[in-house]
């Protein structure tokens, strides 16, 4: 198995030859194979952002000031081994021009390639010679609505051409480029901003494409990232729209509040999946902004708590998704002058923590996380314990419902000899006995079909089992997904499903479940107080979705064979993402939610435990699997469980259970 380097050892007084990165599947590796995942911070060169040490167009103010940054930064032992460095509009804008200053009407080719030269290409250089990589962003920022091939589509490209052209840039084994921060809305091919799905990344598709092409063409292979929508959060399209080329990566921000990282570790997890994890599985991702600290210092853009793995704050949980994602390079977007003052001293009892030694802001945490990455501590493991994503404790013996198509997280707590703990799902091993119901990987268990499955997970010597039960629609809160919109609750005793205003809550299937082979899906509906609209959901993971009233009613069957949306779309039963409910607020008990082939709705029993063979032998009969699909055709009753495997079938109507 490949190693996995998180951060390269530097030295703030030798230079560092750096190996040569490369895009090798979903991961950075170098010439020996080996996972690079890197670790660093970001630097801005204007007067503005570097607090005005410098001013008026000062070359040697600028690099002077800069460097003595990162020369201290390395002194007070930051493992840090790259930087994000931002060629600011600063320097190529027209002096005094009133257009937008970070966007391409004031920019000037000359002065860019000019200070391009002088500048930033000077700080690039002496970024790698104290062994730091380099991500180079263009530039401003986009501006809030963008189309393939407008003006500043086409600014980029011009910017792009003469950096990837550029002798010292173009090739360089260390530089990689960004290629640009923060689109925001792209007009769709239906014509509209603010499209959804096929419509926007179609087209962000041939807008990226078209940059990666420049640069492809001028012979240059750097390393590309590539941002997506909305400030760069929305990914997803990206997967059935990919931009193609060699050595790319996807750009990521992600701040206190983004990805449902407000609501604890569940929501933060389930929005990562669904806006991250597809492309994070074809291929590397770099969070090139990222940082939280409390609001009270308003010394950080991202405003929340370190917190804890599983529970409440943001730090504790972006790290713990991000390291078992496994692809996850990442900085902190701080101050480099602040982080330059940085001294690994926690404040005397009962003196006041400050920004940079209160642990619960990200640069007491990086620092010592980022030195972790580096040299990680031998310890002697003592204790394992598994816990659900909501942190109850999951005992040996004890089995979890499970809803199909959907994941079970886990959080895998190793304890130490010397009192250390530690969540080491990355780093732990799984090993499921019944692959066909349930795989399992770094801290999920994914489930696929009816059935039992028990998954051990070793870790430093230890293992512990976890045992599940899987169904199709569990009324149980840690099943279902509460904060799809609005902060909603469900009470498992009374089956109670608590929805705010316009609230939606119900059930996500990231991976998809398949629902084929039944006719109906069947809600069946206790006491309920709601101000005015009430419906269900069902969604396939495209932008559509299929709305069904059902105000007043105790029951709602719903045909799963015609489902059809306003817009004539059709939603495939084979692979439903989310059934949720949505309303204007208001309280439901729900009884029961199943699905069933019975034309009157009823309710099929799945769960067979004995052995039915009442009937002529000869009488032809029809065999089914329990989930209705049709295995074999008008058969002799005697025939027809020959060559079946062990398992659960349905034949001519009644519950069979073949045990040889």
């Known amino acids: 198995m490949l190693g996995i380097i998180y951060s390269l050892n530097i030295s703030a007084a030798v230079n560092t030859t750096l190996p040569q990165l490369h895009v090798e599947g979903r991961f950075l590796k170098d010439p020996d194979g080996n996972i690079v995942n890197l670790k660093g911070f970001a630097q801005t060169y204007s007067p503005f952002f570097n607090s005005y040490g410098w001013d008026n167009y000062d070359v040697p103010g600028c690099l002077s000031y800069n460097k003595s940054l990162i020369i201290n930064m390395q002194e007070v032992g930051w493992k840090v081994n790259f930087v994000r460095l931002h060629m600011d509009p600063y320097w190529s804008n027209f002096p005094g021009c009133s257009g937008r200053y970070e966007g391409e009407e004031c920019f000037s080719e000359t002065r860019f390639k000019k200070y391009l030269d002088e500048v930033f290409i000077p700080m690039a250089e002496f970024c790698v010679s104290k062994g730091l990589y380099v991500v180079m962003r263009p530039p401003g920022v986009f501006p809030e609505k963008i189309s393939v091939d407008d003006v500043y589509n086409k600014y980029l490209i011009q910017v792009w051409d003469i950096v990837s052209n550029h002798p010292k840039l173009k090739n360089h084994p260390n530089i990689m480029f960004e290629l640009g921060n923060e689109p925001i809305q792209i007009l769709g091919t239906d014509g509209n901003y603010g499209s959804d799905g096929d419509a926007k990344f179609v087209n962000l598709q041939k807008y990226m494409q078209a940059i990666v092409d420049v640069i492809r063409n001028n012979g240059a292979d750097n390393i590309l990232w590539i941002p997506g929508l909305a400030w760069q959060q929305s990914y997803s399209g990206y997967l059935k ?75 504790a949980n972006f790290k713990y998704i991000t390291d078992n994602s496994e692809n996850v390079s990442w900085l902190i977007f701080t101050d480099a002058a602040k982080l330059a003052e940085f001294k690994d001293e926690a404040p005397a009892a009962g003196v006041p923590y400050t920004f940079l030694t209160d642990p619960e802001a990200c640069p007491w945490q990086a620092y010592h996380w980022y030195k972790e990455y580096a040299n990680p501590t031998a310890r002697v493991v003592t204790n394992l314990e598994i816990l659900g994503g909501n942190l109850k404790p999951v005992d040996d013996g004890q089995t979890m419902p499970v809803a199909i198509g959907s994941d079970f997280y886990l959080l895998v707590k190793a304890t130490y000899a010397d009192g250390y703990t530690d969540y080491v799902s990355h780093k732990s091993t799984y090993q499921s006995n019944n692959t066909a119901v349930a795989t399992a990987t770094l801290g999920r268990i994914t489930s696929h079909q009816l059935g039992t499955a028990k998954v051990t997970v070793s870790y430093g ?71 005015w609209g009430t419906h269900i959901r069902i969604k396939d993971g495209g932008t559509e979705s299929k709305e069904y009233k059902w105000e007043g009613k105790k029951e709602l069957m719903i045909d799963l064979r015609t489902i059809t949306t306003e817009q004539g779309e059709t939603i495939s039963p084979k692979h439903i993402t989310a059934v949720r409910f949505w309303s204007g607020g208001g309280d439901y008990v729900i009884d029961n939610i199943y699905v069933t082939n019975d034309d009157a709705g009823g309710e099929e029993v799945t769960g067979l435990d004995n052995i039915v063979t009442s009937g002529n032998e000869n009488d032809m009969v029809d065999v089914y699997s329990v989930i209705g699909k049709l295995i074999k055709k008008r058969v002799r009753r005697a025939d027809a469980l020959l060559e079946l495997p062990n398992g659960a079938y349905i034949v001519d109507g009644k519950k069979v259970l073949i045990v040889r």
């Not at 291929?283 to 804890?308: C, F, L, N, R």
């Open 241 to 315: 729209y990919p931009v193609v080329g060699n050595n790319l990566g996807y750009a990521i921000h992600l701040y206190p509040g983004w990805f449902g990282s407000s609501n604890g570790y569940m929501s933060f997890q389930r929005e990562w999946d669904s806006a991250i994890k597809p492309v994070a599985e074809i291929s590397p991702i770099m969070v090139t902004e990222m940082d939280w600290a409390p609001e009270k210092y308003d010394s950080s853009w991202g405003k929340s708590t370190t917190g804890i793995v599983g529970g409440d704050g943001f730090g």
């Open 461 to 531: 010597g230890f293992q512990k089992e976890v045992s599940i039960k899987t169904s199709y629609f569990l009324l149980l809160s840690e099943a279902m997904n509460l904060t799809m919109f609005g902060n909603n609750t469900f009470d498992n005793a009374t089956r109670t499903l608590h929805l705010t205003q316009y609230g939606q809550a119900g059930w996500s299937f990231p991976n998809g479940v398949d629902l084929s082979g039944f006719k109906y899906l069947v809600f069946k509906f206790g006491n309920y107080n709601y101000p």
